[in-house]
């Protein structure tokens, strides 16, 4: 990580050859220091408002780009968790991965008739295998304290902040080390899902699930985050044909950013069952069918049955700026136990002065979508500043929004995540408040 402090020091320079150097030098120790440091530059890469676009380019190579182990490897895994070589599952596997990411790496697969997903005989048997890279599982453990302490390190150079209980968000990173967790997420959004044109989940049976290796339908399609680096290349490339390409890239863009924010605002405020790890690595999009395949349901976040209604309104406050509530439900979700020693004039006067800077009338950029995140993480300040510690299920699903807006304004800048979230959560609030 000595490569990405040095970044710091280089982002500014001229010299193209230091700063190409530097890039892949962080990059590197990146993919080397384990899974949380990879999950965490993943996050990172989808907050282009934070840092350069090279910067941003680099760490989305994270994504796909981590380090694999040999398919020797993945067999024997296979075999010692399934319980049967891999010759007798299935009738072709890939002697190279498709995919490799922070946690495991994926292989396709030609399941044989007799263990079809959809049972004996069936058709559901071109399959992605998704085996855990050996050693994942304790360097996880280990990786995350250090990853703490290098967030506290670099605050002042981010200018981001966590004030939550850090032993709960630990273990929403750590049940992604469990595949048959990701197997029951799958399973449970393609339950909030079914019927929903453009959107789908990749299939799993229970037989072909364990911790380590998971069995799941093959999706087609293309990565969303390489769909719009083939644009941009084609653009480069033909110059004449600019115009065209541009008009069809905003059009894609478009219909894909109004469709993930429709299912994103639907797995929180109708659902309350977040995918926590929105990329645009996590995507597949289809134009043939024009329909998105989410995939990697690893995290998925919840909230309490009893914050659900109150976070609603909590959310529909902030994008609405009303201070007072705000401050009110802040309150609510504050577990420090100095939590009656907060100067409540001072905090609210903190509070106004974040909801003035995003929200108010005399904002710097009143013609520019309002930065969901930005807020959300002023909000935090706050809260650090006067010793508050929220709610871990809050903290945590404000983290996967943030996520999710830097998928939607990577589609499409001008998009407005927190004024389009108010309708979302109007319509379903009378459902939110009988739930109660």
């Known amino acids: 990580m000595a490569a990405s402090g040095c970044l710091l020091v280089f982002r500014d320079t001229d010299d193209g050859r230091w700063r190409e150097y530097w890039l892949q030098q962080m990059l590197e120790c990146t993919q080397r220091a384990g899974a949380a440091f990879q999950k965490f530059g993943q996050w990172l890469s989808m907050r282009p408002d934070m840092f350069p676009p090279d910067v941003i380019q680099t760490l989305a190579r994270l994504r796909s780009d981590a380090p694999s182990h040999p398919t020797e490897v993945s067999k024997e895994v296979v075999k010692e968790q399934l319980g049967r070589p891999v010759d007798e599952l299935f009738e072709n596997f890939g002697d190279e991965p498709v995919a490799s990411g922070s946690v495991g790496q994926v292989h396709r697969a030609l399941l044989r008739p007799e263990y079809a997903l959809d049972g004996p005989g069936g058709k559901l048997r071109d399959v992605a295998v998704k085996v855990q890279h050996p050693g994942v599982v304790d360097s996880a453990f280990m990786d995350l304290d250090i990853v703490w302490k290098i967030v506290d390190w670099s605050e002042r150079f981010l200018h981001m902040t966590m004030p939550f209980n850090r032993g709960e968000f630990d273990e929403v990173i750590q ?135 109150p976070f609603a ?80 299920d809050v903290a945590s699903t404000l983290f996967t929004i943030s996520i999710s807006e830097g998928l939607i304004r990577q589609l499409d800048p001008t998009f407005d995540v927190a004024k389009s979230a108010i309708p979302y959560i109007i319509r379903h609030m009378p459902i939110l408040q009988a739930s109660e």
């Open 313 to 392: 309104r909590f959310l529909h406050a902030l994008c609405s700026g009303h201070t007072d509530a705000i401050v009110d439900y802040l309150q609510r979700f504050n577990e420090s136990p100095m939590a009656t020693k907060v100067n409540l004039a001072e905090f609210k006067k903190d509070i106004q002065a974040i909801m003035d800077k995003f929200m108010g009338p005399l904002r710097v950029h009143p013609d520019q979508p309002t930065n969901a995140a930005d807020m959300f993480g002023e909000v935090m300040f706050s809260m650090q500043k006067h010793n508050m510690m929220m709610k871990g």
């Open 175 to 309: 049940a992604q080390m469990d595949f048959k967790r990701e197997a029951f997420n799958l399973q449970q959004f393609s339950r909030n899902f079914r019927g929903e044109k453009g959107i789908r989940f990749p299939k799993v049976s229970p037989d072909l699930v364990t911790a380590a290796v998971l069995v799941e339908t093959w999706a087609d399609g293309k990565v969303i985050s390489n769909i719009l680096e083939d644009f941009d290349n084609a653009a480069s490339s033909c110059k004449e044909a600019l115009s065209s390409l541009t008009e069809k890239k905003r059009q894609m863009q478009g219909q894909l950013c109004g469709l993930l924010y429709d299912m994103s605002m639907k797995m929180m405020v109708r659902d309350n069952f977040v995918h926590g790890d929105l990329h645009g690595g996590n995507i597949l999009y289809s134009e043939k069918d024009r329909h998105v395949t989410v995939l990697d349901a690893g995290i998925a976040t919840s909230l309490d049955k009893k914050t659900v209604a």
